[in-house]
C-alpha cells in the first residue's frame, strides 16, 4: 500500500470543515473524506425544491450518497435522475427494453465477469464524461457484494508537491476500446464498430466546488501525453495504486431497495465480485456531464 508518511507525520491529513446543519434531510456520514447515508426523503414522491438543493449539496460534500428502503418503479428511477441533468447512454452496456437510459447491472451463477470490478471511473473515454450515476439495487446476494468509493480529492491532495507540479498540464488518453470490445458478448449484446476514446487533463477542477482531483483511472486511462511510454507507464502505475489508499475510501454494504448516487467527477468505485454463484440485480441511471477542465 502507498505509504503517506514522511518527515513531519502524515502528508494526508483530513481537516474536517465545519457544515452547515440541513434542514430537510438526515446525513450520516461513513468516514471523514467520504460517503454519506441520506434519510428523510422519499424518492419515490415529488420532491420539494428545497430538499433537491440540500440533496446537491449533500452529493458536492459528500462525493457519493446513500439511500436505503427505498421502492422505486423503473420511470420514477429515470426522473429522479432528470432533476440532475440530461441522461447518458452507456456506449456499450444492455438496457431494459424501452429504456435506453436504463442500465442493467446483473450477475449471477453463468457470469463471466461483473460489472465494475476494478477501480474505475465511469465511461471517462468519453468527450463529456458522465457528471454521476444513480445504481439501485433490487436483489442482493446474502452475503458479500460491496462497492468500495473512493475520493479523488484525497488522493489529490495527498500528493507531495513535486508530484503536483510534474502532473499540473499533463493530459492522458482515455480509450474504450480495450475496455468495451466483446465485453457484453455473453449477454448477447452485438459490438460497435468503434467506441469513444478522449483525452483529459489528469488533474481536472470540479466545475461545482472549484476542488482539484486526479482524473486519471484504471479502467480506461492507457497512457500520458508528451512523455515517454515508460516514464507514462511508469507515472500510471503509481497513480493507480496510490488512489486506492484505504484512506480516501469508504464502503457500501447493499440491501435490497438501495440506492448509490456517486460524482463521476470526483469519486471513483469499485465493485466487489465475491458472492458468485448467487445473483445480483439492479439498475444504473447515468447523468451526462461536461468536458473536464
Same mark, same amino acid.
Given at each position: 500500500?502507498?505509504?503517506?508518511?514522511?518527515? @513531519?507525520?502524515?502528508?494526508?491529513?483530513?481537516?474536517?470543515?465545519?457544515?452547515?446543519?440541513?434542514?430537510?434531510?438526515?446525513?450520516? /456520514?461513513?468516514?471523514?473524506?467520504?460517503?454519506?447515508?441520506?434519510?428523510?426523503?422519499?424518492?419515490?414522491?415529488?420532491?420539494?425544491?428545497?430538499?433537491?438543493?440540500?440533496?446537491?449539496?449533500?452529493?458536492?460534500?459528500?462525493?457519493?450518497?446513500?439511500?436505503?428502503?427505498?421502492?422505486?418503479?423503473?420511470?420514477?428511477?429515470?426522473?429522479?435522475?432528470?432533476?440532475?441533468?440530461?441522461?447518458?447512454?452507456?456506449?456499450?452496456?444492455?438496457?431494459?427494453?424501452?429504456?435506453?437510459?436504463?442500465?442493467?447491472?446483473?450477475?449471477?451463477?453463468?457470469?463471466?465477469?461483473?460489472?465494475?470490478?476494478?477501480?474505475?471511473?465511469?465511461?471517462?473515454?468519453?468527450?463529456?464524461?458522465?457528471?454521476?450515476?444513480?445504481?439501485?439495487?433490487?436483489?442482493?446476494?446474502?452475503?458479500?457484494?460491496?462497492?468500495?468509493?473512493?475520493?479523488?480529492?484525497?488522493?489529490?491532495?495527498?500528493?507531495?508537491?513535486?508530484?503536483?507540479?510534474?502532473?499540473?498540464?499533463?493530459?492522458?488518453?482515455?480509450?474504450?476500446?480495450?475496455?468495451?470490445? @466483446?465485453?457484453?458478448?455473453?449477454?448477447?449484446?452485438?459490438?460497435?464498430?468503434?467506441?469513444?476514446?478522449?483525452?483529459?487533463?489528469?488533474?481536472?477542477?470540479?466545475?461545482?466546488?472549484?476542488?482539484?482531483?486526479?482524473?486519471?483511472?484504471?479502467?480506461?486511462?492507457?497512457?500520458?501525453?508528451?512523455?515517454?511510454?515508460?516514464?507514462?507507464?511508469?507515472?500510471?502505475?503509481?497513480?493507480?495504486?496510490?488512489?486506492?489508499?484505504?484512506?480516501?475510501?469508504?464502503?457500501? /454494504?447493499?440491501?435490497?431497495?438501495?440506492?448509490?448516487?456517486?460524482?463521476?467527477?470526483?469519486?471513483?468505485?469499485?465493485?466487489?465480485?465475491?458472492?458468485?454463484?448467487?445473483?445480483?440485480? @439492479?439498475?444504473?441511471?447515468?447523468?451526462?456531464g461536461e468536458r473536464p477542465v
Amino acid at each position: 500500500m502507498t505509504s503517506l508518511r514522511g518527515e @513531519g507525520g502524515p502528508r494526508y491529513r483530513h481537516r474536517p470543515g465545519v457544515a452547515a446543519a440541513y434542514a430537510t434531510i438526515a446525513v450520516d /456520514r461513513l468516514t471523514p473524506v467520504i460517503g454519506a447515508e441520506i434519510s428523510g426523503v422519499d424518492l419515490a414522491a415529488p420532491i420539494p425544491d428545497a430538499q433537491m438543493d440540500e440533496l446537491r449539496r449533500a452529493l458536492a460534500e459528500h462525493l457519493v450518497i446513500f439511500f436505503r428502503d427505498q421502492r422505486i418503479a423503473p420511470i420514477q428511477q429515470l426522473e429522479f435522475g432528470r432533476l440532475f441533468g440530461e441522461l447518458h447512454l452507456h456506449p456499450a452496456a444492455p438496457h431494459e427494453p424501452g429504456h435506453p437510459e436504463l442500465m442493467i447491472i446483473q450477475t449471477d451463477a453463468q457470469s463471466t465477469r461483473a460489472n465494475g470490478e476494478g477501480w474505475h471511473t465511469d465511461v471517462s473515454c468519453d468527450e463529456e464524461p458522465p457528471m454521476g450515476s444513480i445504481l439501485y439495487i433490487k436483489e442482493c446476494p446474502p452475503q458479500g457484494g460491496d462497492t468500495l468509493f473512493a475520493s479523488m480529492y484525497a488522493a489529490y491532495e495527498a500528493l507531495s508537491d513535486r508530484m503536483k507540479a510534474y502532473l499540473e498540464g499533463l493530459r492522458a488518453v482515455h480509450d474504450g476500446e480495450p475496455v468495451y470490445r @466483446g465485453l457484453y458478448a455473453n449477454l448477447g449484446v452485438a459490438d460497435k464498430p468503434n467506441y469513444p476514446r478522449a483525452e483529459h487533463p489528469v488533474i481536472r477542477t470540479h466545475p461545482v466546488t472549484g476542488r482539484k482531483a486526479l482524473y486519471v483511472n484504471a479502467g480506461f486511462t492507457t497512457r500520458l501525453l508528451g512523455v515517454p511510454s515508460d516514464e507514462s507507464a511508469g507515472i500510471l502505475a503509481y497513480l493507480f495504486r496510490h488512489m486506492e489508499n484505504p484512506l480516501f475510501q469508504c464502503r457500501f /454494504r447493499w440491501r435490497p431497495g438501495s440506492i448509490a448516487f456517486w460524482d463521476n467527477r470526483c469519486a471513483q468505485h469499485r465493485a466487489m465480485w465475491d458472492y458468485w454463484p448467487h445473483r445480483r440485480y @439492479g439498475n444504473r441511471v447515468t447523468i451526462k456531464g461536461e468536458r473536464p477542465v
